[in-house]
């Protein structure tokens, strides 16, 4: 039997999985850097181009892999990975499902069996959130050319690429060539799991058409069982109520195993600042919907500086007994990560009011220990207990969930927790005037190009510690000029 413990490498996806990004890149997960020079390939020649070989024999041998680092530095945090969660998504951990992959390996990495777990991603998206760029959001390029009256960024388009022009063209034949080979997939009953992210997945084409060829397909003989186990998991911004005239949650009923992640930054005004282009109302209303039409709905929540400072509103939103019809709710945590080699830091041109560290330490720290405590007390977020009490309702393989929902918990108080440690250990990086004068900068140049409101604003109204520091921070009129400071 493989095990990942003791091969600290080694990861299921590179067999079991096929990523598409939303420039039609190819990554071994979501997680990991673009595997460079395979975009637009299809499956086979993805699967067996000489670049994943070599992952495989890498892996086999325990050597760790450049485009696995935001893996490793997780596992260095003491946290749980991806790489080790791969083991349970679409394979069955107790059968040692993966072993049959290993086996049929040849001994230059080519495989022979195809994948189970997919994931797509659109580029298509109607949001330009503060921490996204112009790789996963089509509003987002338009933004580009806002801020900065060209397409070409000069150095690189943003994480995990080296791209510079961020440019795109919907590419309709080679989006045809991957339905057909998901939908071939679906015929062979191979495929166990499913991701649709974005981008704003609700709004993909190469999704419905893949959404309506199940249903037809659950019509066909020997297929019912087939589809109604299929994993099907959202991350949604949930901005869409309809599709084509359609509620979406009315059509997503008929599925039986799925589950929508509802990617909400915060809540209320704060919510409507990271997550540019949205109103939190109409979320909450889409999100009601969905909770009515019986759809399992969990959160997840990139974690920034704001929602830090917020995060009281945030649990107390989420904590009311008509927004968790089961007594609890699912929560997970993302950290920032905004390019492709620093984990969570932001190069310097980068560095803005999103970052936790940015906010001074005395103001920080401790809303980040609040958070900590918040979500060590709460009964219900990740409690394991209630979701043990409802086990009889989920699908067989997911019982012994509750131990992933510890797991979740202590990964959200880690990420909390990292941030306070690499503030103090990086003191004096954060506390200094030109960095934070550059950091201010670039979050006032931002919010000019933002829909609806701008930090400054969200802080008065959600913590006024902040407000009061953030206010008082000077910043460039204009950048690039000479230096003129505006001192409030
Ligand atoms: S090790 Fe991590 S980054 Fe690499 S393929 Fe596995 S899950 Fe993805």
Redesign the pocket.
Known sequence: MYDYNTNQ??????WT?NYSGPRYSR???????DVEGLEKTTEEEYLNSPKLKQ?RVD?LNGKK?S??????K?EGMGLQ??????FRMGLMEKNNEFDKYVEQTLPDGTTFLKPIYYDNRTIHCNLQCVSCGPTFSSEHINLFKKMHGTLDDGTSGGWHTSRTNNNFVVDKEHEETFSKEFIDGLQEKRIKSIYWAGGEPFMSVVHWKVMDKMLELREEPGYREYIDDIRIHYNTNMTRATWKGKPIAELLKPYKNLYVEASLDGSHKTFEWTRDGANWDKCIANYKSFLDAGIDIKLTCVMSGPVILDFDRYMDFFEQDALTPNGFIELSFHRLQQNAHAGFEFAPSQFNGLDPCFYPEEIIVPACKKAIQRLKKTKKVNNPDFHIRWEGKIPVEYHGHDKHLIQMTKNNIGILQYYIDHKIENRERYEDMDNLIEAKTNTIFRDKFHKTTNLLDVLYVSNREAYDWYNKLKYIIQPGKDIDYVEI
């Open positions: 490498s080694l990861c299921a996806f590179p999985h990554k071994l997960c979501c997680t990991s850097d992952i892996m892999i485009e696995c680092h935001n893996c490793y997780v990975s991806m790489r080790q969660n791969s």
